[in-house]
T-cell receptor, first 119, second 115 residues
């Protein structure tokens, strides 16, 4: 079974600085998807960034980028120029690529990292 | 456009009561997921629907949990004889398709507290 581990329960960053959130995962599959989700205090989960394992190039979305190390099974999130609105719980998630026939696209989440942004 | 909505947002139940939690997915979304998020934890998968068919219910913790999506749109998660360990936020998510990189869009969740 696949597992996702986030070893940093809490992180703090100064506004305008850069912070990196760590995520490792375990799988025997060779192809899969990885995601970072943001969950603000209102609790609506929002997709931040995604990575397809077969793509070597690291995904980037504006101030958010990932460092995907497939061999090490590591998927860290870097937030540049941190803003007050970035304060939230961040979850790393894994999703298998389903076979045809209705296999589940379920997400497997880590336990989250609570990010505080200091003004 | 409208996102995923859930109701009620908050539910308090006495132990032993039955509860029903509703999810309205984004219109036209084929896939619907339920997740359970305990305090301080990440969401955990409960069950998955493709249209009206419940294709995966491997995450349901006991036979007290039951989900349905009879017309392939709105879904209801029912918990019978609630227990204190059922206290959690229940998240619903929907996605347009079933294959490839289909983004799951989440609702705001229903926070269930069992006294």
């Amino acid at each position: 079974a696949q597992t996702v581990t986030q070893s940093q329960p809490e992180m703090s960053v100064q506004e305008a600085e850069t912070v990196t959130l760590s995520c490792t995962y375990d799988t025997s599959e060779s192809d899969y998807y990885l995601f970072w989700y943001k969950q603000p205090p209102s609790r609506q989960m929002i997709l931040v960034i995604r990575q397809e394992a077969y793509k070597q190039q690291n995904a980037t979305e504006n101030r958010f980028s990932v460092n995907f190390q497939k061999a090490a099974k590591s998927f860290s999130l870097k937030i540049s120029d941190s803003q007050l609105g970035d304060a939230a719980m961040y979850f790393c998630a894994y999703r298998t690529i389903p076979d045809y026939g209705g296999a589940t696209n379920k997400l497997i989440f880590g336990t989250g990292t609570l990010l505080a942004v200091q003004p | 456009g409208a996102g995923v909505s859930q109701s009620p947002r908050y539910k308090v139940a006495k132990r032993g009561q039955d509860v029903a939690l509703r999810c309205d997915p984004i219109s036209g979304h084929v896939s619907l997921f339920w997740y359970q998020q305990a305090l301080g934890q990440g969401p955990e998968f409960l069950t998955y629907f493709q249209n009206e068919a419940q294709l995966d219910k491997s995450g349901l913790p006991s036979d007290r949990f039951f989900a349905e999506r009879p017309e392939g749109s709105v879904s209801t998660l029912k918990i019978q004889r609630t227990q204190q360990e059922d206290s959690a936020v229940y998240l619903c998510a929907s996605s347009l398709g079933t294959k490839g990189l289909n983004e799951q869009f989440f609702g705001p969740g229903t926070r269930l507290t069992v006294l």
